[in-house]
């Protein structure tokens, strides 16, 4: 499961967010656009651990979950990503 979990991020957001490699059970990413995906995720109810201190602003920490939740995390990470690459294409026009 923690596999899936890293490949989740990698193959969905892994070109616009840097994914801390690991050998762990979780998932820690960085960027402004971590962040922005980690409150997308929080407001679909999963909690990913948002930081609160202003030096890990931009960090986002995801752990393990079941097989069903990752099906679900996966459609989330998706959903965010289309509406990310629509408001880029956006802001270009």
Known sequence: LAQRLK??????????????P????FVLT???????LGQYIAGKGFQ????????MSEY????????EQLDELTQIVQDWRKQYEI???????
Do not use: C, Q, W
């Not at 990913?48 to 030096?55: H, M």
């Not at 408001?87 to 026009?93: D, V, W």
């Open 7 to 20: 490949d989740i991020f990698n193959d969905n957001v892994g070109d616009v967010i840097y994914i801390f």
């Open 30 to 36: 960085k960027g402004a656009l971590a962040h922005s």
């Open 60 to 67: 986002v920490r995801y752990s393990i979950a079941t097989d």
């Open 87 to 93: 408001s880029k294409n956006a802001s270009y026009s």
């Open 48 to 55: 990913p651990r948002i930081y609160d201190e202003p030096e």
């Open 22 to 25: 690991s050998a762990t059970n």
